[in-house]
């Protein structure tokens, strides 16, 4: 038996469009209260997603969607660290992408 392989959907923080999780950035508030980006998804503690559109790092951490959607506060630091991370990343190749 064929089964159709199952693609998570994940709302961005920024833009709530709904992407694959592949093609969003996972970030997480952690047990110590920290904020920090998950590019394995799969550390423990309440997360979000953000898509790679450029507007939408900006905005979601400078209108503090993150930070409403994780109900935390950024750290001078930990923000510093997320922008620093989010400006770096490189989309992985898109499949199917419609916009
Ligand atoms: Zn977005």
Redesign the pocket.
């Known amino acids: 038996m064929v089964r159709v392989k199952h693609t998570p959907l994940r709302s961005?923080?920024?833009?709530?469009?709904k992407l694959p999780k592949a093609q969003l950035t996972r970030v997480v508030r952690n047990a110590d209260g920290r904020v920090e980006p998950d590019p394995t998804g799969r550390k423990p503690g309440r997360g979000t997603y953000?898509?790679y559109?450029e507007?939408?790092r900006d905005t979601?951490i400078r209108r503090g969607r993150i930070e409403r959607a994780l109900k935390s506060s950024f750290t001078e630091e930990d923000r510093t660290a997320l922008v620093e991370y989010l400006s770096q990343e490189r989309q992985p190749a898109r499949t199917g992408d419609k916009r």
């Open positions: 961005c923080a920024a833009c709530s469009r953000l898509c559109d507007r939408c979601g």
